[in-house]
């Protein structure tokens, strides 16, 4: 086991994994920018190292910066929680090559599974149903080729994508070229590869996703389900699990193909397994998140699995003591992301409490919301024994929850948790455009 690990990252996930860490008798070394040089997770760890300016690029994305920031510390791991470096291949290779342990999926196996389109050509070997799509496409009229072969409506989408950056939905030929030029160039810009591939686009459908884990000896686990439907531009706003439109026989059958075709392609690690499901009931495997998710702990307070924990255990070679029958899914349980509407100084929080209510954050009073980073806020998580109960408990926590001086969507969320359309179950990736 690690006895010192660098988290590089920022946050409400820099704070998370500091605190397994504690937990774990870990000690932790924090990097930060110059605008995070008062953040809570810099006042948490053990150690902490300023690693540059403010923009992304210039610390949390520096990669030599990170790593010398690893060595001085005298860190045996790195963790990269998600965004910035948590999927680059060049990255882990770097920390191997100074006898660091990054802790997530081998570079080889990020390379394979980074291209979206190879990524659906392994699983549909490995068994699972994959929307029909193509592998990469290099001009706008190899797309329009392609389209007209699937047919329309289709997804223009980014190989090396997530976060719903680098996406275009196209209904007709005519909209192809300006969305593959808009496509390409978002893409490159968030990710350094303008690759794009294209997809038959379902509609209407659901978004749920898979979470796995899986250890070097060769164990795989599904931790369940979650839905994440509720989307506004590909950007998810609320996650639940289990999923209101996924009964038990059909989520038991789900689960057993999906860790079937994670042992088949020998991946590592914790990951997520996304799919669209279609009105028919129909699962479509869409791909795979090698890192871990924002949402995961939601999944975390339905199990009671610590999921950043595990990471950390597999990367040190430790093998998973459960079994797929230990997870147990009773109950429901909610998130709802905290998000800023603009930047601000925060003045008074206040956090609800009670039995199975969670709020992960980085806040703390005179935190500022600078416009270098994302707009996330923290996740108000609550878990029931029903989903009817659940309900209520979201409603209370976020009518309890309190944030001045920063404009927040807290009244979005409530707005949310209080349509019908959601209370009863009955809703998909089309909510957000019908408010």
């Not at 599974?113 to 009229?141: Q, W, Y």
């Not at 001045?404 to 959601?422: A, K």
Request: charged content about 25%.
């Amino acid at each position: 086991m690690f006895s010192k690990i660098l988290v590089a990252n920022r946050g409400e996930i820099a704070v998370r994994i500091i605190r397994a860490c504690k937990e774990m008798g870990i000690s932790t070394v924090a990097v930060y920018s110059e605008a995070d040089k008062n953040a809570l997770h810099v006042a948490l760890a053990d150690q902490s190292y300023c690693i540059g300016g403010p923009e992304a690029s210039e610390s949390y994305l520096n990669e030599n910066q990170i790593i010398s920031a690893a060595i001085l510390a005298g860190a045996q791991a790195i963790h990269p929680g998600y965004g910035f470096l948590s999927e680059n291949a060049h990255f882990a290779r770097l920390c191997g090559k100074n006898g660091i342990v990054f802790i997530g999926p081998d570079p080889k196996s990020m390379e394979e599974l980074s291209d979206k389109a190879v990524l659906k050509e392994l699983m549909r070997n490995a068994g699972l149903s994959v929307i029909p799509g193509t592998k990469a496409v290099s001009s706008a009229e190899e797309a329009v080729k392609a389209a007209d072969k699937i047919g329309y409506p289709v997804m223009l989408k980014a190989c090396a994508g997530g976060g719903g950056r680098g996406i275009r939905l196209i209904m007709s030929a005519d909209d192809m070229e300006e969305a593959y030029m808009q496509a390409t160039s978002e893409a490159v810009s968030a990710f350094g590869d303008g690759s794009v591939y294209i997809e038959k686009y379902i509609y209407p459908a659901r978004h749920v996703e898979l979470q796995i884990l899986a250890d070097e000896q060769g164990n795989v686990v599904c931790l369940g389900d979650r839905d994440c439907s509720l989307q506004r531009r590909n950007q998810k706003l609320i996650e639940e699990t289990p999923s209101p439109a996924v009964n038990d026989e059909k989520r038991k059958n789900i689960i057993k193909q999906a860790v079937e075709a994670v042992k088949k392609i020998g991946y590592t690690g914790a990951g997520t397994l996304e799919f669209l499901l279609d009105r028919e009931g129909n699962f479509w495997f869409m791909e795979m998140n090698v890192r871990l998710q924002v949402e995961h702990c939601v999944t975390e307070m339905l199990t009671g699995f610590d999921i950043v924990k595990w990471q950390i255990r597999i990367a040190s070679g430790i093998p998973l003591n459960f079994t797929q029958d230990d997870v147990k899914l009773q109950g429901a349980a909610i998130e709802c992301r905290i998000n800023a509407a603009s930047c601000g100084t925060l003045s008074m929080l206040h956090v609800p409490g009670g039995p199975s209510v969670r709020f992960d954050t980085s806040l703390i009073e005179g935190t500022t919301v600078s416009p270098y980073y994302d707009s996330l806020l923290g996740k108000l998580i609550v878990f029931a024994k029903t989903r009817e109960e659940a309900l209520r408990k979201i409603k209370a926590a976020l009518c309890e929850l309190v944030i001045e001086g920063i404009p927040t969507n807290i009244e979005e969320q409530l707005n949310i948790v209080e349509d019908d359309r959601f209370t009863s179950g009955n809703y998909d990736l089309t909510f957000m455009s019908n408010r």
